[in-house]
């Protein structure tokens, strides 16, 4: 499956910013979505993730902040992100797992918020 993000951008901090990552085949039996984020020095870490169950897993620095959603009639997966901060500055990944275990990754979309 192909993986596309977009939605990213150049926000102040307190803002708002939408990523959407759209597939090119139907999600609905896909395993898990999530997105991932790397700054600049530092490794790839898990931002949200959500089961085809709808159960969501967040990091903890994201928490009451970020929200994933999966819409499996487009074929697209959310990350809503609020009140956003410098240190969320980074390159957001999107993921899919599936049934096998085999995972895909979309290229990324910068996401800077400025102070």
């Known amino acids: 499956v192909q993986l596309q993000a977009s939605g990213g951008g150049l926000v102040q901090a307190g803002g708002s910013l939408r990523l959407s990552c759209s597939a090119s085949r139907s999600i609905f039996s896909i395993n898990t979505m999530g997105w991932y984020r790397q700054a600049p020095g530092k490794q790839r870490e898990l931002v949200a993730a959500i089961t085809r169950g709808d159960t969501t897993n967040y990091a903890d620095s994201v928490k009451g902040r970020f929200t994933i959603s999966r819409d499996n009639a487009k074929d697209t997966v959310y990350l809503q992100m609020n009140s956003l901060k410098p240190e969320d500055t980074a390159v957001y990944y999107c993921?899919?797992?599936?049934?096998?275990?085999?995972?895909?990754w979309g290229k990324g979309t910068q996401v800077t918020v400025s102070s």
């Open positions: 993921n899919a797992v599936d049934a096998t275990v085999r995972a895909y």
